[in-house]
C-alpha cells in the first residue's frame, strides 16, 4: 500500500519534493538529471527514469505526483472503464495526451492522466465530451495499458507522426531555453563564451536536431524501397545529411 505524504506549503520542483519526502538521495536524483538531460525523448520525465533506474517505486511515484499536482489518485480500474465514458474522448486525441476517460459519475466525466493537463488540455477534454471533466493521476503503466485495451495500437504511420511532433515541440522549448540564456547573458552585458550553461544547451539542440532527422528519415523512407533524399539543410558545425540511410547510417549519432 502507498504511503500518505503531507501536500507542501510553497513551490518545488518534483525532484525536491521526493528528496523531502525521503524517497531519493541527492546523488540518485542527480543520476536521473544527469539521464533526463541527455535524453531525446521529450516524455521522458524524471520520475519515470528514477523508476526505471529503480530509485522508486511505481506506487511511491504515483503518490508523490499526486502531491505535485494537487491531484486525485485514481482509485478506480482502468482496465475496466464505462463504454460510455469512453465514447467521449476520439482514441487519437487521447492518446496524444495520454488522457483515459474512465467513468461518468454525476454528470462529471473522470479521466486518468499520468501528469497534469495543461488548462487548455482540459478545456478541449470537456468540449469533445460536453461533460465537466475531473482528471485524476495513476501510473503511466496503467494509463497506457488502458489505453492499448480500450482504443487499441495507434497505426504505426500515425505513431511516427506523433514522434515526430513530439521531438519538434522538443526542439522548441529547448530553442526557448537558449534564448533566455542568451537574453539574460545580454541583459548583463556577459559573455557566454565559456559558459557551461551555454555548451549543455547548445549540446542538447544537436542532440534534438539529430532526433528530428532521425524521425524524418522514418517517415520519408519506405522499408522495400531505397531511401529518397531528405533535403535538410546542414546546422552549423554539423553532418550535412542529404542522402537519406546512408547517411544517417554515417552521420547521425
Do not use: W
Not at 34 to 47: A, M, N, V, Y
Not at 219 to 238: F, K, V
Amino acid at each position: 500500500m502507498a504511503r500518505e505524504y503531507p501536500s507542501l506549503s510553497r513551490p518545488k520542483s518534483f525532484g525536491d519534493r521526493l528528496l523531502e519526502a525521503g524517497l531519493i538521495t541527492r546523488t540518485q536524483l542527480d543520476a536521473a538529471l544527469d539521464q533526463q538531460e541527455t535524453s531525446t525523448e521529450r516524455r521522458h520525465r524524471l520520475g519515470r527514469i528514477l523508476v526505471e533506474l529503480g530509485f522508486l517505486t511505481e506506487a511511491d511515484l504515483t503518490q508523490m505526483l499526486s502531491v505535485h499536482f494537487g491531484l486525485p489518485v485514481a482509485r478506480f480500474s482502468l482496465l475496466e472503464a464505462d463504454a460510455r465514458a469512453l465514447q467521449c474522448i476520439p482514441a487519437g486525441v487521447a492518446r496524444r495526451y495520454r488522457a483515459l476517460p474512465c467513468r461518468i459519475v454525476e454528470g462529471v466525466l473522470m479521466v486518468a492522466v499520468a501528469e497534469a493537463l495543461a488548462p487548455a488540455v482540459v478545456h478541449e477534454l470537456q468540449v469533445l465530451s460536453g461533460l465537466p471533466t475531473l482528471t485524476y493521476v495513476a501510473s503511466e503503466a496503467d494509463v497506457e495499458a488502458g489505453l492499448l485495451k480500450h482504443y487499441g495500437p495507434p497505426s504505426t504511420y500515425m505513431s511516427q507522426l506523433r514522434n515526430l511532433v513530439d521531438t519538434l515541440d522538443q526542439l522548441a522549448d529547448h530553442r526557448e531555453q537558449l534564448a533566455g540564456l542568451v537574453a539574460e547573458a545580454e541583459r548583463e552585458t556577459r559573455d557566454l563564451e565559456d559558459d557551461d550553461r551555454l555548451r549543455r544547451a547548445l549540446e542538447q539542440l544537436c542532440r534534438d536536431s539529430d532526433a528530428v532527422v532521425r524521425a524524418l528519415t522514418v517517415i520519408t523512407t519506405s522499408p522495400q524501397e531505397p531511401s529518397p533524399p531528405l533535403r535538410l539543410a546542414a546546422l552549423p558545425g554539423r553532418p550535412d545529411v542529404r542522402d537519406g540511410v546512408k547517411d544517417r547510417d554515417s552521420h547521425v549519432t
